[in-house]
Nanobody
Framework: QVQLVESGGGLVQAGGSLRLSCAAS????????MGWFRQAPGKEREFLAQ????????YYADSVKGRFTISRDNAKNTAYLQMNSLKPEDTAVYYC?????????????WGQGTQVTVSS
């Protein structure tokens, strides 16, 4: 099992950037696909991006394609989400997930989430 801790959220102006990190503990991180999701108030949790265990394959939701980049460093047991050109509608709690499929189906391991707020 993988334990996940997100960090890097905060308040940013529209058009700005943030990089989220997801630190993992447990021996299975390097062989697990990883994903990022977000949940805005009153909305369902939304799939954003997935990266396979090697880091060579990535998938993105249309809503963030071209603006967000998922990556990972297996030596550091950490996954990242680089977010550029942020919009107020990107405001949400962001979660990382272990075991996400390429089609956005989450696995069973979630972090506690990190708040991202984008001001207009």
């Amino acid at each position: 099992q993988v334990q996940l801790v997100e960090s890097g959220g905060g308040l940013v102006q529209a058009g700005g950037s943030l990089r989220l990190s997801c630190a993992a503990s447990g021996r299975t991180f390097s062989t697990s696909a990883m994903g990022w999701f977000r949940q805005a108030p009153g909305k369902e949790r939304e799939f954003l991006a997935q990266i396979n265990w090697t880091g060579r394959s990535t998938y993105y939701a249309d809503s963030v394609k071209g603006r967000f980049t998922i990556s990972r460093d297996n030596a550091k047991n950490t996954a990242y989400l680089q977010m550029n050109s942020l919009k107020p509608e990107d405001t949400a709690v962001y979660y990382c997930n272990a075991g996400t499929t390429w089609s956005g189906v989450p696995g069973g391991n979630w972090g506690q989430g990190t708040q991202v707020t984008v001001s207009s």
